[in-house]
C-alpha cells in the first residue's frame, strides 16, 4: 500500500557496509526467486505437454487459412491498442496515445519477460511520466486507480461468467460456491474503495486497520510491522477522489475494453481451430478465460507463463473440447497475447531511450535505476 513517494521521510542511519550487504542479499533472492520461478515453468509444461501430440497440434495450427490468420492478427492489435486507453483515461492531463503506447508496451514486455518484472514496470512508468512532465503524485495516482480497477474486473469476470453459465443451464454446485465466493470478494473490494474515498478519517482507520492485519501476517515469515499505511490510503483519497468523480465511466469502460479484447482473441483462436459453440460454449470459455486472469493475480511466473497455460487447457478440455485444438488455439492467443507484446515492447524501449537521449532527458539514464522504485502494480 506505499510508495516511494507516500512514505515517511527517514535519515539512514546504517553504515555504506551494511547497505551493501543488503544490496546483495536482495539480489540473491532475487536470482533465487528467477531460478525457481524458471523451474516452476519447466515443470508446469512438462507434466502439461507431456501427454500431447505435437504433431497433431502443429497440424491444426498449419490448417488455418489467411483470412483466419488476418482476423486473428487484427484482434491482437487491437488488444495491444486498449491498454492505451486504458492509461489516457486515468492520467491528468491526458497522456497522449503515442506516449500511452510506448509505456504499456515497454512495461508490459518487461513483465512478460523478468521475474519481478512488474516492480521493474513500474520504476520506468515514473522515469518516462517524468521525462514526459508528470509529477510523481500525478503518476502515483494513475498507477493505484488503473490497478484498483484492474483488480475490479479481476473479480467480477468471474462471477458474470459463471451466472451467465448458470442461465445456459450450466450450473453445479462447484460452480454456484465459486460465484458467490467471487461475488462477496467483489463486493469486499468494493465496499473498502468507497469507505477509502468516503472521508479521510475513514481512509486513515482503514489503512491502520489493514496494516495490522499485514503486520500480523509478515510477522509468520519474521518480517518487521508494516508502517506508513494510513498515510498512504489517506494520500490515496486525495488523489483520486476527483479523478474518479470526473472519469469513473471512462476509466471503466477502457479497462473492460482491455480485458474482454484479450477474451474475443482466446474464443475466435479456439473458433479457428474448430472448437465449436457445442463443445465449448463462450459463456464456458468466458468462464475458464475469467479463473485464468484470477490466477494471475500473484505474479508466480513473468507474465503468468506456464500457469495461464495449464488453467486454459485443463479448463477448455474439462468443459469438452478437443486436446489437440484446444492447445493449439491456447498457443496461438499466447504468442498473440504474451508474446507479441513482448516484441512490440523491445521496439518501444529503444524508441524511448533514444528520444530520451536524442533530447537531453534523464529518462533513459533512469532505466538503469528503474527496478528500484517501488508502488502498487496494475497486473
Given amino acids: ?32 526467486k528467477g531460478v525457481l520461478s524458471a523451474v516452476l515453468v519447466a ?27 488476418g482476423t486473428l492478427l487484427i484482434l491482437a492489435v487491437w488488444n495491444l491498442l486498449t491498454y492505451a486507453f486504458v492509461w489516457m483515461s486515468v492520467t491528468v492531463p491526458r497522456l497522449s496515445f503515442g506516449r500511452a503506447m510506448v509505456m504499456t508496451q515497454s512495461t508490459t514486455a518487461v513483465a512478460n519477460t523478468v521475474y519481478g518484472g512488474a516492480a521493474i514496470g513500474i520504476g520506468m512508468t515514473y522515469s518516462m511520466f517524468g521525462g514526459w512532465g508528470y509529477s510523481r503524485s500525478r503518476t502515483t495516482t494513475a498507477v493505484l486507480v488503473s490497478g484498483v480497477w484492474n483488480s475490479f474486473i479481476k473479480l467480477g469476470l468471474p462471477v458474470l461468467a459463471l451466472a451467465l453459465v448458470a442461465l445456459q443451464g450450466g450450473a453445479g454446485g462447484g460452480r454456484i460456491t465459486a460465484a458467490l465466493i467471487g ?26 486497520r489493514a496494516a495490522r492485519v499485514a503486520s500480523r501476517v509478515v510477522r509468520l515469515i519474521g518480517r ?31 479497462s473492460l475494453a482491455s480485458h474482454l479484447s484479450l477474451y474475443l482473441v482466446l ?56 486436446r489437440a485444438e484446444v492447445t493449439a488455439a491456447v498457443l496461438i492467443y499466447r504468442a498473440l497475447t504474451w508474446g507479441l507484446p513482448i516484441l512490440v515492447g523491445i521496439v518501444a524501449v529503444l524508441w524511448w531511450r533514444r528520444r ?24
Avoid: C, N
Avoid at 539512514?12 to 532475487?30: D, F, I, K, N, V
Avoid at 481451430?273 to 475458464?288: H, I, N, P, Q, Y
Fill in 224 to 254: 518487521p510491522p508494516v508502517q506508513g499505511w494510513e498515510l498512504a490510503t489517506v494520500k490515496f483519497r486525495s488523489r483520486t477522489v476527483e479523478l474518479v468523480r470526473q472519469r469513473w465511466i471512462p476509466i471503466t469502460a477502457t
Fill in 183 to 208: 461475488l462477496a470478494g467483489l463486493v469486499a473490494a468494493i465496499a473498502v474503495f468507497v469507505l477509502i474515498l468516503r472521508s479521510e478519517a475513514t481512509a486513515r482507520l482503514v489503512g491502520l
Fill in 43 to 69: 515443470a508446469i509444461f512438462y507434466f502439461l505437454f507431456r501427454k500431447i501430440d505435437f504433431a497433431e497440434v502443429w497440424t491444426e495450427i498449419r490448417s488455418l487459412t489467411w483470412l483466419e490468420v
Fill in 267 to 322: 474464443l475466435v483462436a479456439l473458433r479457428h481451430m474448430g472448437v465449436s459453440d457445442a463443445e465449448v460454449s463462450w459463456t464456458e470459455v468466458l468462464a475458464v478465460f475469467a479463473f485464468a486472469r484470477l490466477a494471475t493475480a500473484v505474479p508466480f511466473t513473468p507474465g503468468g507463463a506456464g500457469v495461464v497455460e495449464a488453467v486454459l487447457i485443463g479448463g477448455l478440455v474439462a468443459a469438452g473440447g478437443d
Fill in 356 to 379: 530520451s537521449t536524442a533530447s537531453g532527458s534523464s529518462d533513459g539514464r533512469q532505466l538503469g535505476t528503474a527496478k528500484h522504485s517501488t508502488a502498487v502494480v496494475r497486473q
Fill in 1 to 32: 500500500m506505499t510508495s516511494t513517494s507516500d512514505a515517511v521521510p527517514t535519515t539512514s542511519t546504517e553504515p555504506p557496509h551494511s547497505r551493501a550487504e543488503g544490496r546483495s542479499r536482495s539480489r540473491l533472492r532475487q536470482i533465487v
